[in-house]
């Protein structure tokens, strides 16, 4: 047979638990908004509620903080092109490396040697320009991630990100 009193205290118990977690969402929603947009001064406190629209407002501005910091770490076509590029070319070039090798061994006329010479070069070149291209990119992901790590444990009006989580558990 069905407990309606143990039904009933389980039905409580689930609905505190949604209760909660949506308020730790509201309130990790709202820390990291104003601390994205600079807000990160608490209102004086008098007392009053924090109004809906204020809600909606930080909830867009993490949405936003959210899809900047997507755009910011998802490689770009070079970026990509560049990292698909490179199994191929380690293995190209120490095919190269062997063959100037064999190549260096048979004392060559000055006109091979300018030409090895000129073929290292563009490569060095070319990896000059992969360097600069993915130490921009490392260089936005580590903003990033900093940005990122300066906002946890915040969440706004005192209360830590760790406190909002054991509050949802119900510690």
Known sequence: MDDPVNDRAHHEQASWRRHRLALGLVLLTASAAAA?????????????????????ARAAD??????????????????QAILDA??????????????TRTALDANPPLPVLEQLGATWEATRTKLRG???????WTTRVEQERSRLASLR???????STDEIMALLRGD
């Open 62 to 79: 993490v949405r936003a903080l959210l899809a900047n910091l997507d755009a910011a770490i998802t490689p770009g076509k070079d970026v």
């Open 36 to 56: 994205q947009t600079g807000q990160g001064q608490p209102p004086a406190d008098t007392g009053e509620s924090i109004q809906l629209s204020e809600i909606a």
């Open 130 to 136: 992969w360097n600069d291209a993915l130490t921009q």
């Open 153 to 159: 444990g915040h969440a706004g009006r005192g209360m």
């Open 86 to 99: 490179l199994p191929a070319l380690s293995d190209e070039l120490k095919a190269r490396l062997d063959q």
